[in-house]
């Protein structure tokens, strides 16, 4: 049947498919006629993206008004903005990725996308044609940052060009995928007056915080998946003076530093040989030559917990990094088991001993179930009583003040009124903390005392 009559078809109605497979087909050949058209033009680092952006859309005008079929206005419009999209952007995804409120795109498959705004999934119309248009989508974001996914590397880290983090998951390990999963970074990266106002944390807690990170303490950002470490540790780290040189190590570059002296460096994974991987713990005993005065790990996975720890107790304060737990306490029972993965058979008691010493402050976040990202906890590190690390609560949450009618958290973080016996050592660095930091409002729900 030919293209025309299957066409109409469709639009009388007596075609019974779901989508329309004509104008799918019909996006498919254009998409190829313009790639075989403009060939090396779309790679011309030359042209600007107003220029490139120019040249495809008169390609693909005149390819449209070759194309015979009786389409109408509304199908020619999506028709090419769906060709423009995949040549020039990701698909159909792309409007969600330009979207503000949106600040996670999931793809679980061709027919089944998902986007997060406010903290909260939905569902949207969007889909891909098949599978293979997926995997085109996920070709050109991995192949941007020189990554590459395939049978034998069915799995990949990638970012875009805005830093935004990317990861793809295909067949044989994707059933029904592929899998594509993308946390959106703001293009204006957020600063602390922008937490504040979220409600991420209270202006109180924002001094106490560039006073410890301008003090030069080592800092650990905790929290579970999505709760906003990445973002809090980027915050933090803007309160680093311009004047020292910092070194930022990542799986993937995700961080946005303003500062000037700035040296970012990514891991590299394995070549088709399975040889030249370059690691977070390679990168970590590199930076060490180079001359930092503050490292930034952006996550702390495995075995370079233990790196990190000897950076910090070497005389490289203010490093700063980020580490999946779920409370304080549980962040310290994680940078335990990850020092073990460094593959040495160190005694318990010493590696405690080595994170009493290195830690000084752990920063959690939680994502509620309003959908909203808090910081929940900013805890000192005070020591080793016995074989135990203690902890003492600086600032809390308070749960106790209940939920409005729209359900969201009506509590704020607040002081405990307990003064961090580090205050002695940021006064060496001419850092006064203000009494008034720790006065406490008072908690709705007393809390009891922290668990040692």
């Known amino acids: 049947m030919s293209l025309y009559k299957r066409l109409h078809e469709v639009q009388t109605g007596s075609g019974s498919a779901h989508r329309d497979p004509v104008l799918d087909e019909l996006r ?200 906003g470490k990445t973002t809090t540790l980027n915050v933090l780290s803007g309160f680093i003076p311009d004047d020292e040189r910092i070194v930022t190590i990542e799986d993937a570059k995700e961080m946005q530093l303003h500062q000037q002296h700035v040296l970012s460096m990514e891991t590299r994974p394995p070549n088709i040989e399975g040889k030249g991987q370059i690691t977070i713990r390679d990168l970590m005993r590199n930076s060490l030559r180079m001359r930092p005065d503050r490292i930034v790990v952006g996550e702390c996975r495995a075995g370079e917990a233990l790196d990190m720890l000897q950076a910090m107790n070497t005389g490289h304060d203010g490093s700063l990094t980020t580490i999946h737990s779920n409370s304080p306490r549980d962040t310290l029972a994680r940078v335990e088991t990850m020092t073990l993965m460094a593959g040495y058979d160190l005694p318990v008691r010493a590696i405690r001993e080595q994170m009493a010493s290195a830690l000084d402050l752990i920063v959690h976040l939680t994502r509620l179930r309003d959908g909203t990202r808090r910081i929940t906890h900013v805890t000192e590190v005070q020591g080793m009583e016995g074989d135990v690390i203690t902890l003492q609560d600086i600032f809390l949450f308070d749960f106790g003040m209940g939920v409005d009618d729209h359900g969201r958290y009506k509590g704020e973080l607040k002081a405990t009124g307990i003064r961090p016996r580090f205050s002695e050592k940021l006064a060496d660095y001419g850092i006064k903390l203000k009494p008034e930091l720790f006065e406490s409002a008072g908690f709705a729900r007393r809390r009891a005392a922290p668990a040692r």
């Open 28 to 227: 498919q050949q254009i998409h190829g006629h313009l790639i075989h058209e403009l060939g090396p033009v779309l790679f011309d680092k030359r042209l600007t993206e107003d220029e490139l952006r120019r040249r495809v859309q008169e390609a693909l005008h005149d390819a449209m008004a070759r194309e015979r079929a009786p389409l109408s206005a509304a199908d020619k419009a999506q028709l090419v903005q769906d060709v423009s999209d995949d040549i020039l952007g990701y698909g159909p995804i792309d409007r969600y990725l330009k979207d503000p409120d949106v600040t996670e795109v999931m793809v679980n498959g061709p027919s089944l996308i998902y986007v997060e705004r406010a903290g909260k999934l939905e569902a949207v119309d969007a889909t891909f044609i098949d599978e293979t248009h997926v995997r085109r989508i996920i070709d050109k974001i991995v192949g941007q940052v020189g990554r590459r996914i395939d049978e034998s590397t069915p799995m990949v880290d990638a970012r875009l060009p805005d830093g935004s983090r990317v990861n793809a998951v295909i067949h044989p390990l994707a059933i029904g995928g592929p899998f594509l999963t993308i946390r959106k970074f703001s293009t204006e990266p957020l600063q602390i007056e922008d937490l504040i106002e979220f409600g991420t944390l209270s202006r109180q807690t924002a001094q106490f915080l560039e006073a410890c990170v301008s003090g030069r303490l080592n800092i650990v950002v905790s929290g579970g998946t999505g709760t």
